[in-house]
C-alpha cells in the first residue's frame, strides 16, 4: 500500500468519525499534538504512529478511500480542533 493511499484512508476515517484532531488522537491512543496537523497535506507521521493509528481502523473501512472521496476543508472542523477558548491556560 502506498503512503498516500494509508493517509488518505486514515484521513477519511478520521473525517467519517465526526471527532476532532484532540478527540481521534485520544481514540487511537496518541497525544493530541501528534494529530494536530493530520489533515494538512504536508503532514508526515512515523511509521510508528501510521501503525498504531491503522490498528483502529476497522479492515472492511473502504477498501477504496481514495478512489470515491475527495475530502474538502471543512472550516468548522478547524475551528474545533483549535478547542473552545485559546486564551484560557491549559
Known amino acids: 500500500m502506498k503512503i498516500d493511499t ?3 484512508r486514515i484521513r477519511l476515517f478520521r473525517a467519517r468519525s465526526g471527532l476532532n ?3 481521534f488522537a485520544k481514540h487511537v ?3 493530541d499534538t501528534t494529530l ?3 489533515m ?3 503532514w508526515n507521521p512515523t511509521v510508528a504512529i501510521l501503525r498504531t493509528i491503522e490498528k483502529t481502523i476497522p479492515p472492511e473501512f473502504t477498501d477504496n478511500a481514495n478512489d470515491d472521496d475527495v475530502l474538502k476543508p471543512d472550516p468548522a ?3 474545533a480542533d ?3 477558548d485559546q486564551h484560557k491556560a491549559a
Open 6 to 8: 494509508v493517509l488518505n
Open 21 to 23: 484532531a484532540s478527540q
Open 29 to 31: 491512543g496518541l497525544g
Open 36 to 38: 494536530r496537523k493530520m
Open 40 to 42: 494538512d497535506q504536508d
Open 77 to 79: 472542523a478547524a475551528l
Open 82 to 84: 483549535r478547542g473552545d
